[in-house]
């Protein structure tokens, strides 16, 4: 079991930086694969990037270049730095985890998620 706490979540202006961190309980966090998603009003949750356990990591298309996924199992977190933010990034940010650490989490793999965290993104 693995629990998943998200942080660092705000408003923030347009051209502006962010940097969500995602918490996890438990001594196997190394073990997993680990990615971001989020979740604009109306729309579906979507990937944003992802890390395995290798430190593989995979982006989407539309955070290319602004966002960096990076992990650090000795504290047991998860980052996402977002620079260059756009109003098109607001959307509640979420953490996942998969148990097989070899691929990339996406969707339909994740085993946990957080609750989440807002990211408002003003013009």
């Known amino acids: 079991q693995v629990q998943l706490v998200e942080s660092g979540g705000g408003l923030v202006q347009a051209g502006g930086s962010l940097r969500l961190s995602c918490a996890a309980s438990?001594?196997?966090?190394?073990?997993?694969?680990m990615g971001w998603f989020r979740q604009a009003p109306g729309k579906e949750r979507e990937f944003v990037a992802g890390?395995?356990?290798?430190?593989?990591?995979s982006y989407a298309d539309s955070v290319k270049g602004r966002f960096t996924i990076s992990r650090d199992n000795a504290k047991n977190t998860m980052y996402l730095e977002m620079n260059s933010l756009k109003p098109e990034d607001t959307a509640i940010y979420y953490c996942?985890?998969?148990?097989?650490?070899?691929?990339?989490?996406?969707?339909?793999?994740?085993?946990?998620w957080g609750r989440g965290t807002q990211v408002t993104v003003s013009s």
């Open positions: 890390i395995s356990r290798i430190i593989m990591a």
């Open positions: 996942a985890a998969d148990s097989d650490p070899t691929r990339i989490v996406a969707l339909g793999t994740a085993d946990y």
């Open positions: 438990g001594r196997t966090f190394s073990r997993y694969s």
